[in-house]
T-cell receptor, first 114, second 116 residues
Framework: QQQVKQSPQSLIVQKGGISIINCAYE??????FPWYQQFPGKGPALLIA?????SEKKEGRFTISFNKSAKQFSLHIMDSQPGDSATYFC?????????????FGTGTKLQVIP | GAVVSQHPSWVICKSGTSVKIECRSL??????MFWYRQFPKQSLMLMAT?????????EQGVEKDKFLINHASLTLSTLTVTSAHPEDSSFYIC????????????FGPGTRLTVT
């Protein structure tokens, strides 16, 4: 059973535009929602993460919006650049009981065109 | 800080042989390490969770005898693919937890395994 649904599967954005990726989760026990960026042939790197006690978190050009009641969260990349072209994964985990496994979304391949 | 390395970065082996992949936390002690598998253009699928000094916990559908995991120290975990077959060809990624809060995991660069 897929626990984190992610859309769109692929996204093309013009340089300077806003990239938006959406995710939805099912397990209300999740209490940590990270986003990872992965370049081809590399491991994923943590981009930004949010806890459910806040509705928004911003770090530079990257913003997470979180809607606890709808069990949805999204990543906004402002002023998208060609260097942002990568695959983005949303994820969810729960911190209770020690280090817990991360459940990944299906991924969104972002292409930023000049 | 919080750097995780994997070795080798890529490996080609013949069908029927075994191959070992190392995952090391370079600047922190990793209480827990995770092993993931990723097929082309797909997401990461957790294979197993290992805690230092304990037996690994495998996800449903992952063959314990085929994918041997050893977490002998706080900085090293190994994944051995035994009797490898072409269908085992994949990108294997480890992550390590222990550098920061309970939520923070740091991923290695991955190992590309090709079985011929």
């Amino acid at each position: 059973q897929q626990q984190v649904k992610q859309s769109p599967q692929s996204l093309i954005v013009q340089k300077g535009g806003i990239s938006i990726i959406n995710c939805a989760y099912e397990n209300t026990a999740f209490d940590y929602f990270p986003w990872y960026q992965q370049f081809p042939g590399k491991g994923p790197a943590l981009l930004i993460a949010i806890r459910p006690d806040v509705s928004e978190k911003k770090e530079g050009r990257f913003t997470i919006s979180f809607n606890k009641s709808a069990k949805q969260f999204s990543l906004h990349i402002m002023d998208s650049q060609p260097g942002d072209s990568a695959t983005y994964f949303c994820a969810a985990s729960k911190g209770s009981g020690g280090y817990q496994k991360v459940t990944f979304g299906t991924g969104t391949k972002l292409q930023v065109i000049p | 800080g919080a750097v995780v390395s994997q070795h080798p970065s890529w490996v080609i082996c013949k069908s029927g042989t075994s191959v070992k992949i190392e995952c090391r936390s370079l600047d922190f002690q990793a209480t827990t390490m995770f092993w993931y598998r990723q097929f082309p253009k797909q997401s990461l699928m957790l294979m197993a969770t290992s805690n230092e000094g304990s037996k690994a916990t495998y996800e449903q559908g992952v063959e314990k005898d085929k994918f041997l995991i050893n977490h002998a120290s706080l900085t090293l975990s190994t994944l051995t693919v035994t009797s490898a077959h072409p269908e085992d060809s994949s990108f294997y990624i480890c992550s390590a937890a222990g550098a920061g809060g309970v939520y923070e995991q740091y991923f290695g660069p991955g190992t590309r395994l090709t079985v011929t």
